[in-house]
């Protein structure tokens, strides 16, 4: 039976373990192998850094990567924020305090624009700090979303006719010069028994965003075995707290056990560690 899907978003803003796995300069969502429908948008992140009133410009690369649909696309802007969890929480433009948005000019013939199948086009966007902030914050964000606004025919995996729209967002990053410390704080590390996990909570106290990686070892103290847990990709934003599950690998034999969570955000003078003592039945 035919039927026609509503307009179908996707946002190519994966929780960043993910991305940080994809090579910078490329960029690119395909909707299925089949009818490879889709736009890539380089880079998947702007890192700006001025005084107030001074303006930076950076370049964005739009390609059409579908095999045969030429595409009609917008430019727009919104707000993003982390949650406990690290996943990103899309808002509307200006509707959070930590905005750049309202900062940000884009050419206007740059704001609407059609890509032919195969076609690029690079999109200039300049920020500009104010020279009056109405807050002494140091670190701002915002989203930079390109939607494609003529949906087309496709078919999804059970054969079905749907309409298939893309969008695809920039995370925008903007700091001022003086701000550079980082710090991040360990607040509390337990062990759950049921769900077989560590649960560690910490906090982003710097001006700064700041992004790392969280290691953990786990010691037998009973017989001195360790076991080195796959390291953690985090990304958190000033006043972030953040909330990480670690879970401990299975079969794990029963004993007293010593975590050891280290704590690596680009800083060698810096890093941060907590331990906890548990016991596994």
Same mark, same amino acid.
């Given at each position: 039976?035919?039927?026609?899907?509503?307009?179908?978003?996707?946002?190519?803003?994966?929780?960043?373990?993910?991305?940080?796995?994809?090579?910078?300069?490329?960029? #690119?969502?395909? %909707?299925?192998?089949?009818?490879?429908?889709?736009?890539?948008?380089?880079?998947?992140?702007?890192?700006?850094?001025?005084?107030?009133?001074?303006?930076?410009? &950076?370049?964005?690369? #739009?390609?059409? #990567?579908?095999? $045969?649909?030429?595409?009609? !696309?917008? +430019?727009?802007?919104?707000?993003?924020?982390?949650?406990?969890?690290?996943?990103?929480?899309?808002?509307?433009?200006?509707?959070?305090?930590?905005?750049?948005?309202?900062?940000?000019?884009?050419?206007?013939?740059?704001?609407?624009?059609?890509?032919?199948?195969? &076609?690029?086009?690079?999109?200039?966007?300049?920020?500009?700090?104010?020279?009056?902030?109405? &807050?002494?914050?140091?670190?701002?964000?915002?989203?930079?979303?390109?939607?494609?606004?003529?949906? #087309?025919?496709?078919?999804?995996?059970?054969?079905? *006719?749907?309409?298939?729209?893309?969008?695809?967002?920039?995370?925008?990053?903007?700091?001022?010069?003086?701000?550079?410390?980082?710090?991040?704080?360990?607040?509390?590390?337990?062990?759950?028994?049921?769900? $077989?996990?560590?649960?560690?909570?910490?906090? *982003?106290?710097?001006?700064?965003?700041?992004?790392?990686? +969280?290691?953990?070892?786990? !010691? *037998?103290?009973?017989?001195?075995?360790?076991?080195?847990?796959?390291?953690?990709? %985090?990304?958190?934003?000033?006043?972030?707290?953040?909330?990480?599950?670690?879970? !401990?690998?299975?079969?794990?034999?029963?004993?007293?056990?010593?975590?050891?969570? !280290?704590?690596?955000?680009?800083?060698?003078?810096?890093? &941060?560690?907590?331990?906890? *003592?548990?016991?596994?039945?």
């Amino acid at each position: 039976m035919q039927f026609f899907a509503a307009l179908l978003f996707h946002y190519i803003l994966l929780h960043e373990k993910y991305i940080s796995a994809i090579l910078p300069f490329l960029f #690119v969502f395909i %909707f299925n192998a089949k009818a490879q429908t889709g736009i890539s948008v380089s880079p998947p992140r702007l890192y700006f850094e001025s005084g107030t009133g001074i303006s930076n410009t &950076e370049k964005i690369t #739009v390609t059409n #990567v579908s095999a $045969k649909n030429s595409l009609d !696309l917008a +430019v727009s802007l919104g707000d993003w924020e982390y949650d406990l969890k690290g996943e990103n929480q899309m808002h509307p433009a200006n509707s959070l305090p930590t905005s750049c948005a309202g900062w940000i000019t884009i050419k206007k013939e740059d704001t609407y624009f059609s890509l032919a199948p195969g &076609e690029r086009r690079d999109i200039e966007m300049t920020i500009t700090s104010p020279t009056l902030p109405k &807050e002494n914050l140091s670190a701002h964000t915002a989203l930079l979303y390109v939607s494609q606004m003529n949906p #087309v025919d496709d078919i999804d995996n059970k054969g079905a *006719n749907i309409k298939v729209s893309i969008r695809s967002g920039i995370k925008i990053f903007h700091k001022k010069p003086e701000a550079k410390k980082k710090k991040i704080e360990i607040t509390d590390l337990k062990f759950d028994a049921a769900k $077989k996990t560590l649960t560690l909570n910490f906090e *982003n106290q710097a001006e700064i965003w700041v992004d790392g990686k +969280v290691t953990t070892d786990i !010691l *037998n103290t009973g017989n001195g075995k360790k076991i080195t847990l796959d390291p953690v990709i %985090f990304y958190t934003m000033p006043g972030n707290k953040r909330e990480m599950e670690i879970s !401990l690998p299975t079969p794990l034999e029963k004993g007293k056990y010593t975590a050891s969570v !280290l704590i690596d955000y680009g800083d060698a003078e810096n890093l &941060e560690m907590g331990e906890l *003592n548990f016991s596994y039945e």
